[in-house]
């Protein structure tokens, strides 16, 4: 049974770096038909989808042109989990972070895992 | 970007009747390597984090009762559920997993009259 573990902390002050882990058991990573997602959600924003890192013979990242500046998700192989780093945030980043797996390939499925969840609050 | 829309925003509904919403995409969701539908629909209930209940816009993910049916083609999808029980009060939403950036509808709340 796949699960994802979040951990990161849930208040950051304006203009510093969010930081968000997502720890994967029962699965690899580096899985070749997996995307490691990160989606958020806000009242004024609802579900947005953040970016995504997936390997197929080597790594892939996408972001969403909203963030494209400030978002880094790295994948760690070491530790099989992968990471979100969102700099310069404001109070428009306060919200709901998920680690969600996605599938990859031509018969994907959509985001079958999901972590719990982890509010994120910015404020001085 | 797929812009995702949902009709209606919120629905009533007496136990054991049906429920029915509705998704549109702005283009179609059609995949031509495959010929499937990347559509998605996910229950989202207060504190949790949104479960997969049919992707392919048909096909029931294991384990999701058989009262949720989804249907659809193209551009227009639905979402019904045959026979409302008290555990479906939640959030419904639509996704698109054709392209990126990934996309989901602004959700359609169900709740028991």
């Known amino acids: 049974q796949v699960q994802l573990q979040q951990s990161g902390p849930g208040l950051v002050k304006p203009s510093q770096t969010l930081s968000l882990s997502c720890a994967i058991s029962?699965?690899?990573?580096?899985?070749?038909?997996?995307?490691w997602d990160w989606i958020r959600q806000s009242p004024s924003r609802g579900l947005e989808w953040l970016g995504r890192a997936y390997y197929t013979s080597k790594w892939y990242i996408d972001y969403a042109v909203s963030v494209k500046s400030r978002i880094t998700i790295n994948p760690d192989t070491s530790k099989n989990q992968f990471s979100l780093q969102l700099s310069y945030v404001t109070l428009e980043d306060t919200a709901v972070y998920y680690c969600?797996?996605?599938?990859?390939?031509?018969?994907?499925?959509?985001?079958?895992?999901w972590g719990q969840g982890t509010t994120v609050t910015v404020s001085s | 970007d797929i812009v995702m829309t949902q009709s209606p925003d919120s629905l009533v509904v007496s136990l054991g009747e049906r429920a029915t919403i509705n998704c549109k995409s702005s283009q179609s969701l059609l995949y031509s390597s495959s010929d499937k539908p990347y559509l998605a629909w996910y229950q989202q209930k207060p504190g949790q984090p949104p479960k997969l209940l049919i992707y392919?816009?048909?096909t029931r993910k294991s384990g999701v009762p058989d009262r949720f049916s989804g249907s659809g083609s193209g551009t227009d999808f639905t979402l019904t559920i045959s026979s409302l029980q008290a555990e479906d009060v939640a959030v419904y939403y639509c996704q698109q997993y054709h392209s990126t950036p990934l996309t989901f509808g602004p959700g359609t709340k169900v709740d028991i009259k």
């Open positions: 029962g699965d690899s990573v580096s899985n070749n038909i997996a995307s």
């Open positions: 969600a797996r996605g599938e990859t390939g031509d018969f994907r499925r959509g985001m079958d895992v």
């Open positions: 392919w816009a048909s």
